[in-house]
Antibody, heavy 118, light 113 residues
Framework: QVHLVQSGAEVKKPGSSVKISCKASGDTSTNSAFSWVRQAPGQGLEWMGR???????TYTRKFQDRVTITADEATSTVNLEVRGLTSEDTAIYFC????????????WGQGTQVTVSS | DIVMTQSPNSLAVSLGERATINCKASQNILSSSVNKNFLAWYQQRPGQPPKKLIY???TRESGVPDRFSGSGSGTDFTLTINSLQAEDVAIYYCQQYFRTPLTFGGGTRVEIK
């Protein structure tokens, strides 16, 4: 079984950056992909990007200029950094893990609330 | 990008009755090379993260009750909940993983009538 524990809620000013961490425990096999999915208030799910073994990251066009996903295999931690925050980035951010061979989201973290407000 | 369109947006079903949720992909998501539909369904209960229910359009995840079933192929898919239980109150999302960017449907809220 895999357990993903994310860092706590953040309140940020417009224009600033936020970094969220996600620590995996249980089966920490490297044969998996970690993704970040966000959910704006009352809205649906939006995939932001993923990281696979050897630190190869892929982002959606919407986020590729201001999002970075990194992984620290030694600590089984995946990080998401979002720069240039606006009020539209207010959302719950979920860390997920899934297989490498096909990209479903099998395990989810508890979510991290990010609020962007002046 | 592959757009996933779900219908209805919400539905109310009596306990013990059937709920049917539809999901339509803007492009074919059936791989002819492996003969699999790259479609998953998730359940999100209030205040919880989503949970994967079904993948490959019709394969139930381990531990998912058999009242949940998925069907369809190509561009049109259905999630059926037979004999709705109180714990099934949730929002259900479809997701395609045929091509990046990975995309979700807008969600269908299921409530008890």
């Amino acid at each position: 079984q895999v357990h993903l524990v994310q860092s706590g809620a953040e309140v940020k000013k417009p224009g600033s950056s936020v970094k969220i961490s996600c620590k995996a425990s249980g089966d920490t096999s490297t044969n998996s992909a970690f993704s970040w999915v966000r959910q704006a208030p009352g809205q649906g799910l939006e995939w932001m990007g993923r990281i696979i073994p050897f630190g190869v990251s892929t982002y959606t066009r919407k986020f590729q200029d201001r999002v970075t996903i990194t992984a620290d295999e030694a600590t089984s931690t995946v990080n998401l950094e979002v720069r240039g925050l606006t009020s539209e980035d207010t959302a719950i951010y979920f860390c997920t893990r899934g297989p490498l061979s096909y990209f479903t989201f099998d395990y989810w973290g508890q979510g991290t609330q990010v609020t962007v407000s002046s | 990008d592959i757009v996933m369109t779900q219908s209805p947006n919400s539905l109310a079903v009596s306990l013990g009755e059937r709920a049917t949720i539809n999901c339509k992909a803007s492009q074919n998501i059936l791989s002819s090379s492996v003969n699999k539909n790259f479609l998953a369904w998730y359940q999100q209960r209030p205040g919880q993260p989503p949970k994967k229910l079904i993948y490959w359009a019709s394969t139930r995840e381990s531990g998912v009750p058999d009242r949940f079933s998925g069907s369809g192929s190509g561009t049109d898919f259905t999630l059926t909940i037979n004999s709705l239980q109180a714990e099934d109150v949730a929002i259900y999302y479809c997701q395609q993983y045929f091509r990046t960017p990975l995309t979700f449907g807008g969600g269908t809220r299921v409530e008890i009538k």
